[in-house]
C-alpha cells in the first residue's frame, strides 16, 4: 500500500531564516506531488505541483520553491522566511490512472514564523 | 476559473442529529472530479468521496450519503445520526481533467462541523 511521509510536523523559525519541508512517497512509482497551504481561517492553496524529477508547476507566485530531485522525494523551500508564510503546510500525491485522480495528504507541517 | 463554495462556515448540533453540508462549485469543464475531505483535529486530510461529473448516482456509505446536482451545480453531503467523532472540517473540492487532471485540487474554504454529546 501506498504511504506519505512528512517531516517536521510542527516548525518555529525566526524571520529570514531558511525553510526546507520534506516528503516522501512509499509504494508507488511515478506519482503527480503537491504542495498546499493552509492559513488561518482559510482553505487550502495549492502552491506548487510536479509530475516528474524535475518538473514543478508554480499555482502562486511568492517566497517558496520546490524541488523533485528523486521520483518520490518533494521539498519545499524558502531561503528567507516571512512572517505571511505562516501555516499548515499539506504535500500530497495523486496518479490518474492508479488512484484516480484522487489526492492523498500526509499530516502535514505546522510553520509558525516569529 | 475554477470555484467552489462552501457557505457554511461553522455547523453546531446535537449528537444523533442530522445534518448537510453545502458545496457549490463553478467550472467550464464538461469534464470533472467532485471530491469530500474530512480534516480532523490531527489536521491531516482524509479522503472520503470522489465523484466524475458524468455520475449523477447519489451514494451511500454507512452514516455519509452525497447528493450531486449537476443542474445546480452542487454536491452536498449528508451526515445521518451525527456522532462526536464527525466533528471536523469538511472540505469540498473540484478537480479539471484537462492537462491530464495532473492540476491540483480546488477547495472550498471549509465547514467547521460541531457534534456536541
Known amino acids: 500500500s501506498q504511504t506519505i511521509h512528512q517531516w517536521p510536523a510542527t516548525l518555529v523559525q525566526p524571520v529570514g531564516s531558511p525553510l526546507s519541508l520534506e516528503c516522501t512517497v512509499e509504494g508507488t512509482s511515478n506519482p503527480n506531488l503537491y504542495w498546499y497551504r493552509q492559513a488561518a481561517g482559510r482553505g487550502l492553496q495549492l502552491l506548487f505541483y510536479s509530475v516528474g524529477i524535475g518538473q514543478i508547476s508554480s499555482e502562486v507566485p511568492q517566497n517558496l520553491s520546490a524541488s523533485r530531485p528523486q521520483d518520490r522525494q518533494f521539498i519545499l523551500s524558502s531561503k528567507k522566511l516571512l512572517l505571511s508564510d505562516s501555516g499548515f503546510y499539506l504535500c500530497a500525491w495523486g496518479r490518474q490512472a492508479l488512484a484516480k485522480n484522487i489526492q492523498y495528504f500526509g499530516a502535514g507541517t505546522r510553520l509558525s514564523v516569529l | 476559473a475554477q470555484k467552489v463554495t462552501q457557505a457554511q462556515t461553522e455547523i453546531s448540533v446535537v449528537e444523533k442529529e442530522d445534518v448537510t453540508l453545502d458545496c457549490v462549485y463553478e467550472?467550464?469543464?464538461?469534464?470533472?472530479?467532485l471530491f469530500w475531505y474530512k480534516q480532523p483535529p490531527s489536521g491531516e486530510l482524509v479522503f472520503l468521496i470522489r465523484?466524475?461529473?458524468?455520475?449523477?448516482q447519489n451514494e451511500i456509505s454507512g452514516r455519509y450519503s452525497w447528493n450531486f446536482q449537476k443542474s445546480t451545480s452542487s454536491f452536498n453531503f449528508t451526515i445521518t445520526a451525527s456522532q462526536v467523532v464527525d466533528s471536523a472540517v469538511y472540505f469540498c473540492a473540484l478537480s479539471d481533467v484537462s492537462g491530464g487532471g495532473a492540476d491540483g485540487l480546488t477547495f472550498g474554504k471549509g465547514t467547521h462541523l460541531i457534534i456536541q454529546p
Open positions: 467550472t467550464r469543464d464538461t469534464t470533472y472530479y
Open positions: 465523484r466524475n461529473s458524468f455520475d449523477e
